[in-house]
T-cell receptor, first 113, second 113 residues
Framework: NAGVMQNPRHLVRRRGQEARLRCSPMKGHSHVYWYRQLPEEGLKFMVYLQKENIIDESGMPKERFSAEFPKEGPSILRIQQVVRGDSAAYFC???????????FGSGTRLTVV | EDQVTQSPEALRLQEGESSSLNCSYTVSGLRGLFWYRQDPGKGPEFLFTLYSAGEEKEKERLKATLTKKESFLHITAPKPEDSATYLCAVHHGYGGSQGNLIFGKGTKLSVKP
C-alpha cells in the first residue's frame, strides 16, 4: 500500500506564476489535510478536505490560495501569483477519519525566485 | 490562545544516554495529543496519540506520557538512528475542526555513537 504521494517534490516558480501541488491520499483515506512549514517554523495548518468538500479552511490565506479534493483524482493546492514569501515546504496528510494520527507525504518544496 | 511549546529546541545525547523531551500545551478542550518524528527532507512520521491524562504509550525505545498540561517523550538507551526532529501536536480546541492540528516547533535530537 503506497503512502501519501505528493508531486512534484521540488517546484521552482518565478514571482507572479501559478503553483499547483498535488496530493494522492493513501488508499481508503477520504480525509486530506494541507500544512505549510516555513524555515525555522513549525507546521501550520492550512486546510482540511473530504471528497468534494472543504471542511475547514481557517488556515488558508484569504487571497491567492485555493484547494480542492475532487471525487476522482488527487487533491490540489493551488497558489496563484506566487510571491517570495510563499517559499516553503507544503505537506499533505491523509487519514481514514479525523480522530486518528495522520499519514504525511514527503512534501513539495516550493521555491519562488 | 491555544499553543504548543516544545523543549529543549535541541538535544545532543551519547548513545545509551536516556533522556526526555517536553511538550507543554494550552488548549481549550484537548481532543488528542500527537507525537511525530521528522527526518530531514521528509514528512512527519506518526508515533503516538494520547487522549487523556495518565495515558502512556510505548514503541521500542520510546515512551509517551500525558498530564493535564504537558506530555513527555522518554527515550531509553537511544541509538544514532533515533536522531531526528520530534514534533508534538494537539487537536485544536473547541473553536477548530478535528482536522486542525497545532504543532510545536520540535526538538532536534542528535545521538552520537
Amino acid at each position: 500500500n503506497a503512502g501519501v504521494m505528493q508531486n512534484p517534490r521540488h517546484l521552482v516558480r518565478r514571482r507572479g506564476q501559478e503553483a499547483r501541488l498535488r496530493c494522492s491520499p493513501m488508499k481508503g483515506h477520504s480525509h486530506v489535510y494541507w500544512y505549510r512549514q516555513l524555515p525555522e517554523e513549525g507546521l501550520k495548518f492550512m486546510v482540511y478536505l473530504q471528497k468534494e468538500n472543504i471542511i475547514d479552511e481557517s488556515g488558508m490565506p484569504k487571497e491567492r490560495f485555493s484547494a480542492e479534493f475532487p471525487k476522482e483524482g488527487p487533491s490540489i493546492l493551488r497558489i496563484q501569483q506566487v510571491v517570495r514569501g510563499d517559499s516553503a515546504a507544503y505537506f499533505c496528510a491523509s487519514s481514514p477519519d479525523a480522530t486518528v494520527g495522520y499519514t504525511f507525504g514527503s512534501g513539495t518544496r516550493l521555491t519562488v525566485v | 490562545e491555544d499553543q504548543v511549546t516544545q523543549s529543549p529546541e535541541a538535544l545532543r545525547l551519547q548513545e545509551g544516554e536516556s533522556s526526555s523531551l517536553n511538550c507543554s500545551y494550552t488548549v481549550s478542550g484537548l481532543r488528542g495529543l500527537f507525537w511525530y518524528r521528522q527526518d530531514p527532507g521528509k514528512g512527519p512520521e506518526f508515533l503516538f496519540t494520547l487522549y487523556s491524562a495518565g495515558e502512556e504509550k510505548e514503541k521500542e525505545r520510546l515512551k509517551a506520557t500525558l498530564t493535564k498540561k504537558e506530555s513527555f517523550l522518554h527515550i531509553t538507551a537511544p541509538k544514532p538512528e533515533d536522531s531526528a526532529t520530534y514534533l508534538c501536536a494537539v487537536h485544536h480546541g473547541y473553536g477548530g475542526s478535528q482536522g486542525n492540528l497545532i504543532f510545536g516547533k520540535g526538538t532536534k535530537l542528535s545521538v552520537k555513537p
